[in-house]
């Protein structure tokens, strides 16, 4: 059985948690495609002692392996921001297309969450989920997951990264046309994943049964 479930959406939406949530609930594989930038990234940043050279962030990406995913640093500020970088380079989104698509495709389903699964990742994807929030309660989240004090530099990093992410010539962050646009602003947790899980099982199966 093959089944892709796509969740897009801007940083601190809450894709990943909805992305963990679904996955449990099918007993579908997950794959938060961020990692995948954030490994590349904060390992381009680190050989580079601070600079990311495009070229060898290329080659990177042509390495990776599922090992990499493992870092214990990968959620910090400072990976989110690598990513962003690389992950506007075309030769780095397609050196990473393939582990994607191949995942997306594995026996008994998958979930993958990112900023283009949708839309360029897995267009053909049998649900297609797009999770936002406002900026404010995007930055409260990341902050508290950061602990963070200087709110309002959490504020001004995620819009500087949304920026980004939304004007970058290849993939840009986007709503598929026929994704289903969740909004966790006033959502709870629980409320956001069950809205999600409804959402998914009318695509898994539309008659009910």
Do not use: N
């Not at 290329?58 to 690389?86: C, F, I, N």
């Not at 909004?183 to 009318?202: G, H, N, P, Q």
């Amino acid at each position: 059985m093959k089944f892709t479930v796509a969740i897009d959406g801007p940083a601190a939406a809450g894709k990943g948690t909805i992305g963990r949530a679904v996955a449990r609930e099918f007993g579908f594989a997950h794959l938060d495609t961020g990692l995948l930038y954030r490994a590349v990234g904060i390992q381009a940043l680190e050989d580079g002692r601070g600079v990311i050279d495009p070229h060898w962030a290329v080659e990177l990406a042509r390495r990776l392996t599922p090992a990499a995913l493992a870092r214990a640093d990968l959620r910090s500020a400072r990976a989110g921001q690598a990513a962003s970088k690389v992950a506007a380079l075309p030769e780095v989104r397609r050196a990473l297309l393939a582990f994607q698509r191949d995942f997306a495709r594995r026996d008994g389903g998958a979930v993958l969450d990112g900023r283009d699964i949708g839309t360029v990742i897995c267009p053909a994807a049998e649900a297609k989920l797009f999770v936002t929030a406002s900026d404010a309660v995007r930055a409260a989240r990341r902050a508290a997951e950061l602990g963070a004090a200087d709110l309002a530099a959490v504020l001004a990093d995620l819009r500087a990264r949304d920026a980004r992410d939304a004007t970058r010539e290849t993939a840009p962050l986007a709503a598929a046309a026929d994704a289903h646009l969740l909004d966790t602003t006033d959502l709870s947790i629980d409320a956001a994943v069950a809205e999600a899980v409804a959402f998914v099982k009318r695509r898994f199966d539309p008659d009910g049964e």
